[in-house]
């Protein structure tokens, strides 16, 4: 591949998506808030839950440990199965920034970025890509912070190998691009954080996990899983569309 194509594959991207909608917030709680209030559910559910929590309980750590238990369960079950186990999280996401971090995480912003990320992987549901994805979205290290999705499409492209185990995977990718990323920090940040998101809704709709849909897809030109798989398609096992459910 070009030393330019990951920039072009996110412009392709960005062109059959548009132009992604920029987080809500850059506060690291709240961010951290967000990936716990809900699980295993759609993202407007999971925002739905993290509104009805910061309107009805507050998101600062004393508003959420001085909120009834009741009421933070109520919450909780907007955010899918097992809401028990998502308020106590809830709970200790509070304890533990009030404990450890004098009721303030922002203060780890301006860490250098191995602190900081082994702050953040103290809470529940953050490993090295959620804690590399807080520190972006916050506009504090200009990383390529990849989910599952995004990662997914990324190794399909061709840009790093599946090895092993899931870290070492997610390495050989960002390793693959680093060298093709935007030097402007200014500009750099936005550029990153829409690569994020688009990457992620390329993997979620068309570059999914089982029965991705190859014959939409506007990268097969640039997709090594596509190269590879071509004569896939031809017998069915490939970019089609599923059937419909019955």
């Not at 809830?90 to 920034?97: D, G, Y």
């Not at 590399?132 to 504090?140: A, C, D, G, H, V």
């Amino acid at each position: 591949m070009s030393q330019t194509s990951f920039q072009k594959i996110i412009a392709q991207l960005e062109k059959t998506y548009g132009r992604p909608q920029l987080p809500q917030t850059s506060d690291p709680l709240e961010m951290i808030l967000f990936e716990n209030v809900a699980y295993l559910v759609s993202d407007d559910r999971r925002e739905r839950a993290f509104n009805a929590l910061r309107d009805q309980i507050g998101l600062k750590p004393t508003d959420i440990l001085s909120a009834p238990s009741d009421k933070l369960l109520e919450v909780a079950r907007l955010g899918g199965m097992r809401p028990e186990d998502r308020a106590d999280k809830l709970q200790f996401i509070a304890r533990t920034v009030l404990s450890e971090f004098q009721g303030d995480l922002r203060q780890i912003l301006k860490w250098p970025v191995a602190r900081a990320k082994k702050a953040l992987k103290k809470f529940p549901g953050i490993g090295d890509p959620g804690a590399e994805k807080i520190l972006l979205f916050s506009r504090t290290h200009p990383i390529l912070a990849l989910d599952s999705n995004g990662l997914r499409a990324l190794i399909r492209l061709g840009f790093g190998e599946e090895l092993k185990n899931y870290a070492a995977t997610y390495r050989s990718a960002q390793e693959a691009v680093k060298d093709q990323l935007a030097s402007d920090l200014d500009e750099d940040y936005v550029w990153l954080i829409c690569a994020h998101l688009l990457l992620r809704r390329h993997g979620q709709e068309l570059c999914k996990r089982t029965e991705p849909i190859c014959t939409s897809c506007p990268l097969t030109e640039n997709c090594r899983y596509w190269r590879d798989n071509s004569l896939g398609l031809s017998r069915g096992k490939i970019g089609a569309k599923p059937s419909p459910k019955k």
